[in-house]
């Protein structure tokens, strides 16, 4: 049921379809086959996220970013027709927790914005960092930037606000699409994986701290 109201959606919108996909034949994408395999074989959430012996980890951190990118944005994909600018007018994680926008280019200063609006500048922005040689290199021997971990701090941290948004302002619709054990796995999946590696302030972690 989930993957026809996937499709149902990214039929009649196709804003929010996962963008970056790993090159056959690379490195990447034996290790995101290597990921995705014990994910799929049904083993301890704990014990999927930890580094395999021998791979690298900046690699291993490389392929969950990207692959943590397109399941969220699928995610909130499913939900954007019931995160509007007139439902969520503000991007925040309940009463207490409010996030504001902030880049190098458009919004120098954190700027407040509506859900929808935030999610539009996440993903764009997420993306263009991932496609962004430099930053992630996929040519085999070119070696990571120094502040590549900072970067993917940045970013999950950034994920980790959609999950706070869905989860505190949209569940109902969640439930009410069967999406539920999903959205619960991907969830549980991306929390081991900061914590395996801490690579989110755990300040950030307080709005869904009793899940």
Sequence with gaps: AMALCLKQVFNKDKTFRPRKKFEPGTQRFELYKKAQASLKSGLDLKAVVQLPPGESINDWIAVH??????????????MSEFCTERSCPIMSGGLKYEY??????????????SAPQYMCMLMDW?????????????RIGVPFPRQFQQVCTKILTRLF??????????????ISMGAEAHVNTCYKHFYYFIREFSLIDHRELEPLVRM
Aim: charged share 25%; glycine share 2%; aromatic share 16%.
């Design 65 to 78: 970013v990207v692959d943590f990118f397109n399941r969220i944005n699928l995610i909130y994909g499913t």
């Design 100 to 113: 504001r926008w902030q880049d190098d280019s458009k919004y120098k200063k954190p700027t407040k914005l």
């Design 126 to 138: 997420i993306e263009m960092l991932i496609n962004n040689e430099d930053v992630f290199p996929t």
């Design 161 to 174: 606000r959609v999950f706070v948004h869905v989860y505190i302002h949209h569940f109902d619709s969640i």
